[in-house]
């Protein structure tokens, strides 16, 4: 009998024992499924945040000589005859404020040190808007009127990556280097002469690639740039149209310049228009190839003012007249 209650008690330690350690087991499985759930949560608020705060960038290289594009903005640049020699690198940077492109060149890169990372290897950068910038402390409007809707800004780093360290602490004794200085110039020439890419000016032609015309360069007649104004279509059906200048014209500044001063108005070379509409009368421009037309179109050609700055007289109607001369016969592509 003694026996008999032994066993009945020893059994039940066991079976307690057996209850104690599955029930051990479930709470354990538990507490681990919501441990893992809670790391996962962790872990994607965290990548969540990181990546809405961390900036995605795409690094290219410019493979073309002479001419550097950015397709997905629709802009295209003649790369400065002092870079011909070296690599023109731009990297495309998104952040919570847009998009921009970091332009670097493979010399300044080879410098070293603060030239091989951001921000300071950001040698020139460029920025766009669909309104125009009021002001720009901090850059230089490069288009006015706008570039298929975009105005485009251009602006550097404070600091020169040759003469601070990764954390833009200046380097004691340390000087601008001559391959830096000397190529930010050059980049900043070349995105200065930023035009759309339906305008392209080699092997001696200016083509507008939207109208499938181009226009014969006369011998002489340097840096040619077109400016598209588009506009909708009208009851004589004329739409978008160019307006043409130089680049040493632009240099001389007040109205000649690429950019309004104040109130003032740009004041082109030469203009050109087109209609899908033959035109008897026209009081303020001369019909392009006789009014005989081009590709379906006809084209017709307005005349700038010469005086848009005070200095360089001489220039501004040279090349007004060689470019009104062009424009007055069009081509198809």
Not at 124 to 143: H, M, S, V, Y
Not at 221 to 245: I, Q, R
């Amino acid at each position: 009998m003694l026996y008999n209650k032994l066993m009945i008690k020893n059994s039940s330690k066991r079976t307690g024992s057996a209850h104690l350690i599955i029930i051990t087991i479930i709470v354990l499985a538990i507490l681990g499924a919501l441990g893992f759930v809670f790391w996962k949560n962790i872990t994607a608020s965290t990548n969540k945040s990181k990546s809405s705060s961390d900036k995605v960038t795409q690094t290219k290289q410019d493979t073309t000589p002479n001419y550097i594009t950015l397709s997905e903005w629709g802009v295209t640049f003649k790369v400065s005859d002092e870079l011909k020699s070296t690599r023109v690198t731009y990297t495309k940077n998104q952040s919570a404020d847009g998009v921009s492109y970091a332009f670097t060149t493979k010399r300044i890169h080879d410098l070293g040190g603060s030239c091989t990372t951001r921000p300071f290897e950001d040698t020139q950068i460029l920025t766009r808007f669909t309104e125009k910038p009021i002001a720009t402390p901090d850059g230089e409007l490069l288009n006015d009127p706008a570039i298929d809707g975009y105005y485009y800004v251009l602006s550097a780093p404070a600091a020169s990556c040759s003469i601070v360290d990764k954390n833009g602490t200046p380097l004691q004794g340390r000087k601008v280097s001559p391959v830096e200085e000397s190529d930010r110039n050059a980049l900043k020439s070349t995105l200065e002469s930023i035009q759309s890419k339906n305008v392209e000016v080699s092997n001696g032609y200016l083509t507008l690639k939207d109208w499938s015309v181009k226009f014969k360069i006369p011998e002489g007649l340097t840096g040619v740039k077109a400016y598209e104004h588009p506009f909708p279509e009208n009851s004589k059906g004329f739409s978008n149209s160019y307006e043409l200048t130089t680049e040493r014209v632009e240099a001389l500044g007040q109205w000649c310049s690429a950019i309004t001063e104040g109130n003032n108005t740009v004041t082109r070379l030469g203009g050109i228009s087109r209609s899908s509409q033959k035109q008897n009368e026209y009081a303020s421009a001369a019909p392009a190839n006789d009014n005989n037309s081009v590709g379906g179109y006809y084209y017709y050609v307005s005349g700038g003012q010469a005086t848009c700055s005070d200095e360089g007289n001489d220039l501004q109607l040279q090349d007004l007249r060689a470019i009104n001369d062009m424009l007055m016969h069009p081509v198809a592509e």
